[in-house]
C-alpha cells in the first residue's frame, strides 16, 4: 500500500492550496483518512481526519478554513485550505487506515512522503 500525497506549495497569507492524498495497492477496504503536519522541533499533531462514511473532525487552529473531504471510488482524501496564515506553515502528511487483502480483518495506518506547505508573503 501507498500514500501518494501533492499540492503543496508556498502561498501568501490569505491564500488557499488544495492537497490530495491517493492511496494505492492490494486495498480491501479504507477506514479513516486524514492529514497531520509538522513543524521542525514540534510533535506531528491532527490537522483533520474524515471516516469512510464522510464524518469529519477538525483541529480547533483550523476550523472553519480548512475542509477535509474524500472520495472513496478513488481511494483518495482532500484538503482545502483557506484564508491560509504562516503558522499553518508545515510538512503536511496524509494518513489512512487501511484494511489490505492479506489482513482484512483489522485496519493498520499507513502515511505518506509529506508535503511542503509554506505560508509567506
Known amino acids: 500500500v501507498q500514500l501518494q500525497a501533492s499540492g503543496g506549495g508556498l502561498v501568501q497569507p490569505g491564500g488557499s492550496l488544495r492537497l490530495s492524498c491517493a492511496a494505492s495497492?492490494?486495498?480491501?477496504?479504507?477506514?479513516?483518512m486524514g492529514w497531520y503536519r509538522q513543524v521542525p522541533g514540534k510533535q506531528r499533531e491532527l490537522v483533520a481526519v474524515?471516516?469512510?462514511?464522510?464524518?469529519?473532525r477538525y483541529a480547533d487552529s483550523v476550523k472553519g478554513r480548512f475542509t477535509i473531504s474524500r472520495d472513496n471510488a478513488k481511494s483518495t482524501v482532500y484538503l482545502q485550505m483557506n484564508s491560509l496564515k504562516p503558522e499553518d506553515t508545515a510538512v503536511y502528511y496524509c494518513?489512512?487506515?487501511?484494511?489490505?487483502?492479506?489482513?482484512?480483518?483489522?485496519?493498520?495506518?499507513?502515511w505518506g512522503k509529506g508535503t511542503q506547505v509554506t505560508v509567506s508573503s
Open positions: 494518513n489512512a487506515n487501511i484494511q489490505t487483502y492479506a489482513s482484512r480483518w483489522y485496519g493498520m495506518d499507513y
Open positions: 495497492g492490494s486495498i480491501f477496504s479504507i477506514n479513516d
Open positions: 474524515v471516516t469512510s462514511g464522510g464524518s469529519a
